[in-house]
């Protein structure tokens, strides 16, 4: 049922795409679910899994704000995460993608130079005596062994080239970045990586007839060499071997690139922006926008991710304010979690290169992007159930979210009103949620796909309005941190069940989940959409876009100076 609880919101100020008054201080808290998208799923009786998942949070912001489906790139094209938030962002992958390998490295916390190459490397498996390689990925749970190989590997030097400087670092699960500095270097090469399983390893080749080309293939060959010497005599593949795992030894090499050189996002959109993005290549294609990266320890980037340290982060930083805006606390320790207050102390960020974080902006934030990723390993796992339950985990997450930040909103109108009653002025703060995906990965193919994804926005204050229950209901999430459902403990669960999604299941029906209620009945504003699907999506109002458009839509949405027609005539 939708919530009694009053809209806050004139009618005036419900119409997508109205002017802001200045006295407005919007800012939009943007959540981006890798993967997010499928296709019907027998076992899930011709549902996907979006729609099998209980997510009244996801359901409110559609049935709260305008809908669409989106291309994260263009019709037809199964895109990569890397391509797809550059369109996202703003920046077309075509004009400006230099491979994937800068941003993995600079994410992993390597500093680039104009000249450097980057790759995005795996640790993996090589049959010694035949060159082929057995597994791309060498294990996904190498968080132990993955920081120690690194460090033995840092500063490596290749043999006939003393000139050229070599850094490794870790990134996340089987992965590290990879950079080579030194004289005369080019992106234009192919890598090492057979890109499947028994095939075997490549062979770096120039990709034009530059002598930059050439020299740089000979250079990354036998780096390739110098890695799989060293790492086939290393006490932990001894190690490993006696255990009967599988032994790193070797790091495929693919995606050389360099540091893109692209106006900043500040410049672009008019926006402060700053991201959770512990994925590092995500992080580093946001230091490549200039976008600063939230310092959040617990958010890893897998299963083992907390979402509520991320959605603590983004209310945080969303929630701190220039100093004339921050007259007042909010204590949030009696609603079972804190974040602190307005004009709290700038948020601390990643910087590549250095140990520690430093402070972010003081001012705050008008754009956090929160990205996350475990639905996309799901999808990639062809794990049906635990891509339906990475999805409800979501859920709660953005209902954290938004017990957060509508504490910041509702107390920021207390402090409005008793300055309005002393005959002050004084900004208003506004929030918007935002959510949608950079591409499908259908649990049925394992890997990515050309499937739109569902796109939605909406103000905070009409979500309040849509959750069922409304404020009660909003101020009831519980703050405390959970796990993301693993494959394990969902097939714990479905052992105790008759089925872990029946058939005919899910938003169609009104499942209910354990902790949780079904979403709103129908639309409060916007459009007439009431579900967060690819199929709800497909029915609203923005229809079917490209990825280039979405942060025009955002823009235009929060009003900072974008009307809908301007939107759509601006430079990509």
């Known amino acids: 049922m939708v919530s009694d609880t009053p809209n806050p919101r004139s009618e005036a100020d419900t119409l997508p795409g109205s002017s802001v008054p200045p006295s407005v201080t919007t800012r939009v808290a943007f959540i981006l679910i890798d993967g997010i998208g499928d296709v019907a799923v027998p076992s899930l009786g011709g549902l996907t899994p979006l729609q099998a998942a209980n997510t009244p949070n996801l359901d409110a912001i559609a049935a709260a704000g305008v809908n669409g489906l989106m291309d994260p790139v263009e019709p037809g094209l199964a895109c990569g995460s890397d391509t797809a938030h550059l369109s996202l962002l703003g920046y077309n992958p075509r004009h400006h993608y230099r491979g994937r390998g800068a941003f993995e490295s600079m994410g992993a916390g390597i500093p680039m130079q104009p000249g450097d190459i980057a790759f995005k490397s795996n640790f993996a498996v090589i049959d010694e005596a035949t060159g082929v390689v057995v597994k791309r990925r060498a294990d996904r749970h190498f968080e132990e062994e993955g920081p120690i190989l690194c460090r033995h590997l840092d500063g490596l030097k290749i043999p006939g080239f003393p000139d050229y400087q070599v850094s490794i670092k870790y990134a996340t699960e089987h992965r590290c970045g990879v950079v080579v500095r030194g004289p005369g270097l080019s992106d234009r090469i192919g890598g090492t990586d057979p890109l499947k399983d028994g095939r075997p390893l490549g062979v770096a080749t120039p990709l034009d007839d530059t002598p930059e080309a050439d020299l740089t293939a000979r250079v990354v060959n036998a780096l390739s060499d110098a890695i799989r010497a060293e790492l086939r005599s290393h006490p ?191 900004q208003k703060l506004r929030f918007c949620l935002c959510v949608t995906g950079d591409h499908s990965t259908p649990i049925l193919y394992g890997d990515h796909a050309e499937e739109p994804v569902p796109f939605a926005i909406c103000d905070l204050a ?102 809908a027609q301007t939107c759509l005539q601006e430079g990509y």
Not at 480 to 497: D, R, Y
Not at 511 to 540: I, L, N, Q, W, Y
Request: hydrophobic share 40%.
């Open 236 to 426: 932990i593949n001894a190690q490993r071997a006696a255990q009967g795992k599988n032994v790193a030894n070797v790091v495929l090499l693919r995606g050389c690139g360099i540091r893109i050189e692209v106006p900043a996002f500040k410049d672009k959109h008019g926006m402060r922006a700053c991201m959770v993005a512990p994925t590092k290549i995500i992080a580093g294609l946001g230091l490549s926008l200039g976008i600063d990266i939230l310092h959040v320890p617990a958010a890893t980037g897998d299963y083992r991710t907390c979402l509520a340290s991320k959605a603590e982060a983004v209310a945080a930083a969303l929630s701190t304010v220039p100093p004339p805006l921050a007259s007042g606390k909010i204590d949030q320790t009696n609603q079972g979690g804190q974040i602190g207050q307005i004009g709290r102390s700038a948020p601390l960020i990643s910087v590549p290169g250095e140990d520690d974080p430093r402070r972010g902006c003081r001012e705050g934030y008008e754009f956090a992007f929160l990205h996350i990723k475990a639905v996309d390993d799901a999808g990639h796992d062809k794990a049906v159930d635990l891509k339906v339950r990475a999805l409800e985990a979501v859920d709660r997450m953005v209902g954290q979210l938004a017990h957060r930040l509508w504490l910041v909103q509702r107390e920021r109108e207390k402090q409005e009103q008793g300055q309005l009653e002393q005959q002050q002025q004084q």
């Open 462 to 563: 009409d979500f309040v309005h849509a959750v069922p229950g409304g404020e009660a209901a909003v101020f009831g999430a519980d703050l405390s941190p959970f796990p993301i459902p693993t494959a394990a403990t969902v097939a714990a669960a479905a052992a105790t069940a008759v089925g872990s999604v029946a058939p005919g299941e899910g938003k169609g029906a009104e499942k209910k989940g354990v902790g949780s209620v079904p979403g709103a009945a129908g639309s409060v504003a916007g459009d007439a959409v009431a579900r967060f699907s690819e199929s709800g999506a497909a029915k609203g109002s923005l229809g079917r876009f490209p990825g280039c458009e979405m942060l025009r839509i955002i823009k235009w949405w929060s009003g900072r100076g974008c009307s």
